[in-house]
């Protein structure tokens, strides 16, 4: 079990950036793969990115390639996501989530999840 907590979100306005961070408690937090999640009012939760344990191999929706960035540093148990050339459509409650057993873009695939993070994109 690792225990997951988000920081960075904020408002910006449209064509804008803010990276989120996402922060792990546990002493095997290099064990898991990692994701970034969102979920607008109305909408269920999706797929963001995510990002193998030795921080190898992303993989993006196609809504954000190109524009967003996942990282990590298992040094620091810590796991970031960069937002650039933010949209409107890009607001959401972010979600860090973090699996042991391995990675994809179905959220039942994640087993720890943080309290969420809201990103506002202005128009």
């Known amino acids: 079990q690792v225990q997951l907590v988000e920081s960075g979100g904020g408002l910006v306005q449209t064509g804008g950036s803010l990276r989120l961070s996402c922060a792990s408690s546990?002493?095997?937090?290099?064990?898991?793969?990692m994701a970034w999640f969102r979920q607008a009012p109305g909408k269920e939760r999706e797929f963001v990115a995510s990002?193998?344990?030795?921080?190898?191999?992303?993989f993006y929706a196609d809504s954000v390639q190109g524009r967003f960035t996942i990282s990590r540093d298992n040094a620091k148990n810590t796991v970031h996501l960069q937002m650039n050339a933010l949209k409107p459509e890009d607001t959401a409650v972010y979600y860090c989530?973090?699996?042991?057993w391995g990675r994809g873009a179905r959220p039942e695939m994640y087993e720890n999840w943080g309290q969420g993070a809201q990103v506002t994109v202005s128009s």
């Open positions: 989530a973090a699996s042991r």
């Open positions: 546990g002493r095997t937090f290099s064990s898991y793969s």
């Open positions: 990002i193998s344990w030795s921080g190898g191999n992303p």
